[in-house]
């Protein structure tokens, strides 16, 4: 598991990317964020990494403490 933080949520738009704690920053959708997960910008978060069609994305993601 990926730690980072929201850097940027679109709520309309359904996506946004996660500052990894890495130095790399992740694209998400929401149908990445983990059932019952809302999250908005600068919470900090736990995700899996994935290599997605243009560059790395994060998936299973859920808010940390």
């Known amino acids: 598991?990926?730690?980072?933080?929201?850097?940027?949520?679109?709520?309309?738009r359904k996506f946004g990317f996660i500052s990894g704690d890495d130095g790399i920053d992740y694209f998400f959708h929401e149908t990445g964020l983990s059932d019952g997960t809302n999250v908005k910008d600068d919470d900090k978060v736990e995700f899996m990494a994935?290599?997605?069609?243009?560059?790395?994305?994060?998936?299973?993601?859920?808010?940390?403490?």
């Open 50 to 65: 994935e290599d997605g069609d243009r560059g790395k994305k994060a998936v299973d993601i859920s808010i940390t403490d």
């Open 1 to 12: 598991m990926q730690k980072g933080k929201v850097k940027f949520y679109n709520k309309e």
